[in-house]
């Protein structure tokens, strides 16, 4: 199934045989502290600067409706997020994984995202629910 929106990766997760838990890491673009003019520049035009996770979710996607609901509950948070990061996890014998089951794979997802890691191994969406793309 091709992944064109946040809505159809939410379908191919229900359609897979184990049930699916979907791990999402929120953030947001900055300038780091020692940043170059020319850094500032890029940044000024909506290029560059680094991303900062702000919240995480996880939720089974079984009990998740759309990516319209989504981004309401992601509406409250002080600061608007940019980019949604997003992995699955998948159950066994039909039980889909816990919360404290996600805990460690959330971490280790915020961590890529903080050390500048290879965030391309996750899907990406921006804040329509469009794929973005990381090289």
Known sequence: ???RDFDSLLAAARAQAQPQRVLMVFAHAALHDD?????????????GGILLPMM????PAAEMTDFAA??????????PWQVMFVACLGGDKGVVPSAA???APLKRMIQTIQTGGDVARYLAFD????P???G
């Open 70 to 79: 989504l981004a309401a509950e992601a509406a409250g948070m002080a600061q």
């Open 1 to 3: 199934m091709e992944i």
């Open 35 to 47: 940043h170059s003019p020319a850094e500032a520049d890029r940044y000024a035009r909506g290029e």
């Open 127 to 130: 804040r329509e629910g469009r």
């Open 101 to 103: 089951e996600a805990e």
């Open 132 to 134: 973005l793309l990381f």
């Open 56 to 59: 995480c979710l996880d939720r």
